[in-house]
């Protein structure tokens, strides 16, 4: 089983600012996928990334995948207090079944 | 609109008790997954299964056994709850991978307490 780890672990910052959470794994990445989740339900799709050295923007949302496969990194500009939630990075296996590795997650804050 | 449900969204159960956490999907997904979710932990997969009838151990499948007698309804069952069994339970659907990662969708999760 590929670990993910995935930092930092806590991330409390006020409106405005920017922040960026790492995911990095020791082997290879077959892909790596986003998600974020609000209390109260499960982990929603952000964006999957595949091809080493992709960028990929959602919003204020920038994702980058590490040329090796190696590594991710999600960067939020100039966050909002709806932009608070548990971030979490998740590998897919090779086979069809496509099970998802999830790292530890980020639980970010963004103060008012 | 996609939809991944589970039956119970909050249970309190005995320790020794038999524990059934249902999920359905309508989407016709052929792979369903039951994760569990622990601060500090993550998800952890549980048990999978990619067609009716047939299951693959996650990476925590002790204490943990599973049902797919059909294709749209996916059950974890404890078969004799313990306490360090209190966690929050997500239950997912997909269809097969592609290259390019489709979606996995969740159901909103059902939070057991193990007393």
């Known amino acids: 089983t590929q670990l993910l780890e995935q930092s930092p672990q806590f991330l409390s910052i006020q409106e405005g600012e920017n922040l960026t959470v790492y995911c990095n794994s020791s082997?290879?990445?077959?892909?790596l996928q986003w998600y974020r989740q609000e209390p109260g339900e499960g982990p929603v799709l952000l964006v999957t990334v595949v091809t080493g050295g992709e960028v990929k923007k959602l919003k204020r949302l920038t994702f980058q995948f590490g040329d090796a496969r190696k590594d991710s990194s999600l960067h939020i500009t100039a966050a909002q207090p709806g932009d608070t939630g548990l971030y979490l990075c998740a590998s897919r296996g090779g086979t069809s079944y496509g099970k998802l590795t999830f790292g530890q997650g980020t639980i970010l804050t963004v103060h008012p | 609109d996609v939809k991944v449900t589970q039956s119970s969204r909050y249970l309190v159960k005995r320790t020794g008790e038999k524990v059934f956490l249902e999920c359905v999907q309508d989407?016709?997904?052929?792979?369903m997954f039951w994760y569990r979710q622990d601060p500090g932990l993550g998800l952890r997969l549980i048990y999978f299964s990619y067609d009716v009838k047939m299951k693959e151990k996650g990476d925590i499948p002790e204490g943990y056994s599973v049902s797919r007698e059909k294709k749209e309804r996916f059950s974890l069952i404890l078969e004799s709850a313990s306490t360090n069994q209190t966690s929050m339970y997500l239950c997912a659907s997909s269809p097969p991978l592609t290259l390019s990662g489709n979606t996995i969708y969740f159901g909103e999760g059902s939070w057991l307490t193990v007393v």
């Open positions: 082997s290879v990445f077959s892909s």
């Open positions: 989407m016709d997904h052929e792979n």
